[in-house]
């Protein structure tokens, strides 16, 4: 492999994992997933899905992270938008 071939294989981004999640009030005033996390394709689909979810829940959040789930490598997650009550990220 040549020095152009090992800086094009650097260059490649890590695989994203992208999500959308809402949150509704139980009887006891708990937040609790709306639906199971829906995996997005794009940041800017996250983003336009959470804003279209945004006031029809408690909370809406879409955020991202770098993910290697074959190797178990995950990193820290990025909010890319929040509305309303969200539980706090783990």
Known sequence: MD????????????????????????????????????????EDRAIRTAKGLAGKHAGVIAWSREANPTIGEYGEPTTLFVDGEVPDME
């Open 3 to 42: 020095a152009s071939e090992h800086n094009a294989l650097s260059q490649q981004k890590a695989p994203k994992l992208i999500v959308v999640m809402a949150f509704d009030r139980d009887e006891e005033g708990e937040l609790q997933p709306a639906f199971d996390p829906m995996e997005q394709q794009t």
